[in-house]
């Protein structure tokens, strides 16, 4: 059974940083695209940035480049997502994903998905 839990969201200030997490289980991990997604309410789901099996490849979206990073740990089974100089529109429920097939921006792209971490960026 394929699970992807993700970590680290909380509160934080403007300009500050959070780390999420995204520990994977069920699934050989390194062969796998992962990708992060953020969601408020009303709106759909948004892409937020892609990392290949290998970690060699990543994509981002316009809003985040510069200030987002991700990356992946393929022995521990853990994605990352460093979020650097949060802004108030920044805050989202954030979701991890994971196929097996290329990466992309696409919603439709994963297979897997995790639960989702709330991240709040206070002015």
């Known amino acids: 059974q394929v699970q992807l839990v993700e970590s680290g969201g909380g509160l934080v200030q403007a300009g500050g940083s959070l780390r999420l997490s995204c520990a994977a289980s069920?699934?050989?991990?390194?062969?796998?695209?992962m990708a992060w997604f953020r969601q408020v309410p009303g709106k759909d789901r948004e892409f937020v940035a892609a990392i290949s099996w290998s970690g060699g490849r990543t994509l981002f979206a316009d809003s985040v480049k510069g200030r987002f990073t991700i990356s992946r740990d393929n022995v521990k089974n853990t994605g990352y997502l460093q979020m650097n100089s949060l802004k108030p529109e920044d805050t989202a429920v954030y979701y991890c994903a994971a196929d097996p097939g290329a990466y992309g921006p696409g919603t439709k792209m994963y297979s897997y998905w995790g639960q989702g971490t709330q991240v709040t960026v206070s002015s």
């Open positions: 069920g699934l050989t991990f390194s062969t796998y695209a």
